[in-house]
């Protein structure tokens, strides 16, 4: 049974030092509610786009989440990680990594990351809980250390907070792995219980007018994250399936289920509270 196992050491591979740099001085944003759901959404991503420190995306820099000069920051991002099979992937509970079906993940996955203060990290999966779609939860033993940021997810039902009540025409950005560069988009389809060959819910258009509007996913960049922005804080949609930027939504109503299933209920998800935003 392979439990979590933890990694820490200097990462010499690749010449640097890791820096100590405490959680307790990393600022990752609070959050803060807006006039509207869409407003902080559009807010946060035209004000990342803009900052030209943070295009550049290599997985491995140490200090991830702290160093100016990589992407992540001031978005913390340690949620992301690579595994040995080449996949990139990301945390989605402190015991929980999304993975992707087609791609034929298993429990000899070994996936790498990198916590707030540049310590690298090693970590196992004991099992796999499957969706009827593309989507596949990776389960581990022991929880990712507090070192981590764990993305934000929305609740099902999070569209009854957005004009609409869709995500349509609203900005993202995902971890292109193969560009090695932060992308902006823009979601262009939206179809709850999703649809085609991997059921997926979501997709955007990778082609557009921001600063770091990319180029298409190809092979090799299945599992790449796609979030929303608010206040530095990334709010995790999914990962990537298809080569049409296309993905099953967590926070759609069967994915959903699958998830708060596994994990038992919700306390280990960090639900983002739309409380205080306007309904529509």
């Known amino acids: 049974m392979r439990l979590l196992f933890i990694l820490s ?20 944003g609070t959050i803060y509610f807006a ?13 990342l786009a803009a900052d030209s ?6 997985p ?40 992707n079906v087609h791609y034929g993940p298993t429990t000899n996955l070994l996936i790498s990351f990198m916590d707030t203060n540049g310590i690298p990290y090693v970590a196992g999966i004991t099992g796999l809980v499957y969706s009827s ?8 033993s ?9 993305p934000l997810v929305f609740p099902p039902g999070f569209t009854n907070n957005l004009s609409g009540h869709t995500p349509l025409g609203l900005p993202c950005v995902w971890a292109h792995k193969n560009a090695n560069q932060l992308e902006a988009g823009v979601i262009n389809f939206w179809q709850p219980g ?40 990334p709010v995790l949609l999914g990962a990537m399936t298809l080569t049409t ?17 596994a994990l038992g209920g919700t306390n280990t998800l960090r639900i983002i509270n739309l409380a205080a935003y306007p309904n529509f």
Do not use: R
């Not at 006039?35 to 004000?47: A, E, W, Y």
């Open 9 to 28: 050491f200097l990462f010499l591979t690749i010449g640097c030092q890791a820096q100590s740099v405490t959680t307790s001085n990393l600022t990752v």
């Open 35 to 47: 006039p509207s759901l869409q407003n902080d959404i559009t807010t946060n991503l035209n004000g």
């Open 53 to 58: 420190g943070t295009q550049s995306y290599i």
């Open 60 to 99: 491995s820099v140490p200090n991830l989440g702290t160093n100016q000069l990589v992407w992540t920051w001031p978005v913390n991002l340690s949620c992301v990680g690579v595994g040995n099979e080449g996949y990139q992937h990301v945390l989605l509970a402190p015991n929980c990594i999304l993975l």
């Open 133 to 140: 779609n593309d989507m596949v939860l990776g389960m581990m």
């Open 142 to 150: 022991s929880n990712m250390p507090a070192t981590f940021v764990f």
């Open 194 to 233: 999703g649809t085609g060959e991997y059921l997926v819910s979501m997709e955007f258009n990778y082609s557009t007018n921001y600063p770091k509007g990319g180029i298409a996913p190809s092979g090799g960049d299945s599992g790449s994250p796609t979030f929303f922005i608010i206040h530095n804080n």
């Open 245 to 261: 930027a296309a993905f099953c939504c967590v926070s759609d109503g069967i994915n959903w289920n699958v998830i708060t299933n």
